[in-house]
Structures are given as C-alpha cells and as structure tokens.
C-alpha cells in the first residue's frame, strides 16, 4: 500500500530542518546595537477623492483648520468656518506611519503608509497634504505628502452586491516622506561594540564568539544567550565600519530552539529535526498509541512500508486458514492500534506525525494531541500558537 504524506492534501504543512545547521553569516543573524530604527506617525488629510470621504465632524474640523493655517479669510470663509461646518464627501482624515532607519540623514525620502481614520469608503484618487511626523518623543523626524497608490478596489457602486478586493482604505506613498531631523545612533562605546542575536540561542552566542575569536584573538566574549560584547583596538576603533563589516562577513552556524509552531486557523504546523517527545501512551478517538519495541514489530493495515514505519499492528488479526482481510484505505483509523516504534526513550516529531498522517489523523486532530503532549510534558520542545 502506498504511504502518503498528506501534508497538501489534508491541508496542513510539516516542515522540518535539516540535521546540520546551514553556514550563515554572522551579519544575518544578529545586529550591532545602537543601529536601530524608530516608528514615526502623524495624522492628516487627504483630498481629491470621488465622493467616497469621509462625513465625521472631525474631518470636517480638520478641514477647517486647515484652511484658517492657509489663511483664508474670505466672507464666506470667516462666517462658516466659526460654525464649525464643512461638507465636502471628497476628504478624508488618516493616520500616516512610517520607518525611520538607523543612520537616515537629513533629506533622505521614506515610504509611508496611510489609513482611514474616519468612516471614507475608498481613498482612490486621494492625495496627501502635508503631514509632520512625530516619533515617540514627539518631535518632528519627517513630513509627508504626495498621491497614493492603493492596491485595492472598492465595487460597491457597480454592483448591486458589495465586493472589495484587498482594502481600499490603505494606501501607500513610495519615497512620500523626506527625513528633516536625524535619529543617528551609536554603534560602539568605549571602544567596545555590541552584537544582538535576532534569535537568541546559548550555542549561537557562542559559535559567534568563537569566530571573531578565531580571527581577531581574544576580541569577542558572551555576555548572555543574545548578546557578544566585541572589544576593538586602537586601530580597529579608527573604522568602526570596517570592523563591523569584517565580523559580519564571517561563516558560522547557528543552532535554533526546538519549537512547534501551530496555527490553528489554517492548520499548518511547523516543527524542527531536533523536537523529541517522550515515552507516551496516546488514546484519542478510535486511535490509540503506545511505544512498542522494534523487534516485536508486525505487519498492519496499512502495509509493510507502513509497518516498517511506525510498528502498526491490526486489532483483528485474520484467523487461520483464513483469508486476510481488506486492507484499509489511508485515511481509516478506525479500530486501529498504532504502535510508535521506542528508539532510545524518544521519537521525532517528524516521526510521529508521519505516523498520525498515515492514519489520515486531521490537522485539529493533529493539533490536540501535540497541545495534549505539551500539557503532559512529553513534548520537548517549545509550543508556540498563532
């Protein structure tokens, strides 16, 4: 009987990492602290849209003030605008975010993002007026303008049926934003410079350390699992750059936690090589699962590749002198033992969902018993749910 990994179609992934780590540089993995970027947001209003903006007294009063900043004093101007009224369905009050990132200098352009902030059905056509953005310590970093680009249509007044494709209210200026204070920061201090792992990890702290040991003697220590202190020379000191340039083009490889990460909305699960599970005897449903030992293994239902496998045994072994029964077709559990073959006290992750795959066990399925192995502490790894 063919064994099938149904990772497409049951429609769950499995993937698993490779028993040797991959080479990587150490600039991949970590980065120099100090040399960081800085969220920047600001509200504003867009204009030129077609009768799609917003109606809330805010973007009106925005509107308003606007005007007063551009001096408008016409009759019509100074008699409304005390009233606090401006009805026009072709504006729209936004919030505007963007990155600013290390070492941007003065008059460097950023992408920014904009999004509806009040009830506007679309910001097709829209363009960006001038709109100061804050960082967290409220001073002005970056102003915005232009026209957005949207990657989403609105087909409420074409159909009789509302579709949105995407979002409508999202948009997107590339290069809208032009940097006017700069946020530098500091890569070294006291002729010492810090690199920060991006996942932290004892091994990979030391694997790093040991590298820039290895080319520049006595450099490098660990101060914790997510950080190694560098310490430069004189010379070194002079071209930070340099330096930092030489330690992240070097060649190591880095070692990860084993973790099984699961998503219960679309039924994906991810595990590493190195996840284990302990000892365990499993009862779920129709299915049951105890460790068996590979000597005592039999043939089961689902044929000798499967047998060979995980150690299948069939709850109705045929009588003698009697045909053996029809075997079950992948996907069937019912009535069936599976017997994971023991191997030194542990399997792989990767083995036993093999194992319950085999079986055709569902991704819910799947999902409660590795949940269930992590309550019981036979899984060694950890259980990260999205």
Known sequence: MRLLLCVVIAGWMLVTATPSQAAVRIKDVTRVEGARGNQLVGLGLVVGLNRTGGRSLATQQMAIDMLRCMDVTTKIAREGLLDNVFQSTNISMVTVTAELPPFARAGAKLDVNVSVLDDAQSLRGAVLLLTPLKGADGEVYAVAQGPLSLGGVNLESQV??????NHATNGRIANGAIVEKEALGTMSKDGKLRLLLEEPDYDTANEIATAINAKFVGAAKTIDMGTVEVAMSREQNRNVVAFIGDCGSLI?????????????????VIVGQSVRIATVAISHGNLSIRPVDPRTRTQGPLGPAASALLGIQNDNPPAAGNQAPQQQPAGTVLGTRVNVVEDNESITVSDFARALNALGTSPKELISIFQALKRAGALHAELVIM
Do not use: F, H, M
Not at 260 to 265: A, G, H, K, M
């Open 160 to 165: 009789p049926q509302s579709a949105l494709i």
């Open 252 to 268: 190591i490889k880095p070692d990860t936690n084993a973790k099984v990460i699961i998503n219960e909305r679309t039924g994906t």
